[in-house]
């Protein structure tokens, strides 16, 4: 399964929405950085976020540079280690060419039959979102109450691990052979409403069945914390391709930073290529995909010319843009993003926004 969702992984496609194609206000040409290469060859390695910061400083503008237009955009043609990447100056355009020397070609979609020992560049390093696509990240108040429970442990044992054995009411004739193994983490609470929108869901391992009935016996095939009785079991079902173009949204979106995963509430910062979760959601307009800007809080400074009781005297700072950061998991008000670059670290109640 490990090798499966490696390969899953690598199908992700990264091209950046192009904004005056899907209906958004102009944002002014595009501009490219003055050391942008005029040719480029892709390695084994490279990411599209990486090689799109090669050329300009807005990479989520990337498909601009192709001419790209929406249909397009959701159905990218794939680069692979090898191809060369040719910069036209003078129209702003970029293309590639199958090998040095030979005609340039406009990037289109197309079919292509390809080996499965040639993997397309990913959009991002995999490992930085691997555990995290296919397992689920958020419970929504009450949403494991009807989950199978695991009601018995071997021997009665009060801790179990990898190669334990456990007995689960609630899986009935399910056919899912291997499952994950939760359990109800810390709330994630809206800064605006201090409502709690949902709770993060702690993964302990996976199980496997081994006798069906009820209860099911399973047997703990790996783990990363201890499982005890009262842990409830999600079916893990099969990794599956995952192609998606990260862009801006089409509307002005503005939310707050919630937590940092695997943080401690609203203590500690995060950096490049950590995950952070966001006050908005499904319901709220939020696709798979989307690019937002981070903002530092601006906080207040004192004006040391007035008084110190002059009410006056607290100046509010505006905030500072500190990076970007793109979603990629979408729940009913929840959703998680992953920092890609930063000038400044990030903490929760920071703002996000479209860039």
């Known amino acids: 399964m490990v090798q499966q969702f490696t390969k899953s992984i690598t199908t992700l496609v990264f091209f950046l929405a192009v904004g005056l194609a899907w209906g958004q206000a102009p944002r002014g040409p595009l501009v490219l950085k003055p050391d942008a290469p005029d040719r480029y060859v892709v390695v084994p390695g490279d990411t599209l976020w990486g090689i799109s910061s090669r050329y300009t ?44 020397g030979s005609r340039t070609v406009k990037l289109s979609p197309r079919l292509r039959a390809e080996s499965l020992a040639r993997e397309q560049i990913p959009s991002i390093p995999p490992s930085a979102i691997e555990p995290f696509l296919t397992r689920p990240l958020v419970i929504e108040p009450d949403g494991l109450d009807k989950a199978p429970t695991i009601v018995a442990t071997q021997q009665d044992r009060v801790i179990l691990s990898a190669g334990n054995r456990a007995y689960v009411r609630g899986i009935g004739d399910s056919k899912e052979q291997i499952w994950y193994v939760y359990r109800p983490g810390k709330p994630l609470v809206d800064p605006d409403t201090d409502k709690v929108l949902a709770y993060e869901a702690i993964y302990l391992g996976t ?12 047997v703990l095939t790996s783990g990363v914390q201890e499982v005890n009785a009262g842990d409830k079991l999600v079916p893990a079902g099969r990794a599956q391709p995952i192609s998606y173009a990260p862009h801006a949204p089409d509307v002005h979106i503005a939310g707050r930073v919630m937590a940092i995963y695997g943080g401690l509430g609203k203590v500690g910062e995060a950096g490049p290529l950590q995950i952070i979760s ?15 800007a981070l903002y530092n809080l601006g906080g207040t400074v004192r004006d040391t010319t007035k008084a110190r009781n002059d009410p006056e005297a607290l100046i509010p700072l505006p905030e500072e843009r500190a990076g970007l950061a793109f979603v990629f998991r979408v729940f009913e008000r929840v959703s998680y993003a992953l920092i890609m670059n930063l000038n400044a670290p990030v903490r929760p109640l920071d703002v996000v926004r479209t860039p």
């Open 57 to 100: 400083d807005a990479p989520w503008r990337w498909p601009e540079l192709w001419g790209m237009n929406r249909e397009q955009i959701q159905n990218p043609h794939l680069i692979y280690p090898g191809m060369v990447l040719l910069l036209d100056r003078a129209r702003g355009t970029l293309s590639v060419a199958g090998a040095p």
């Open 207 to 218: 199980a496997q069945i081994t006798r069906p009935g009820d209860p099911t016996a399973v």
């Open 278 to 292: 966001i006050n908005r959601g499904r319901v709220d307009g939020i696709e798979l995909g989307h690019v937002f």
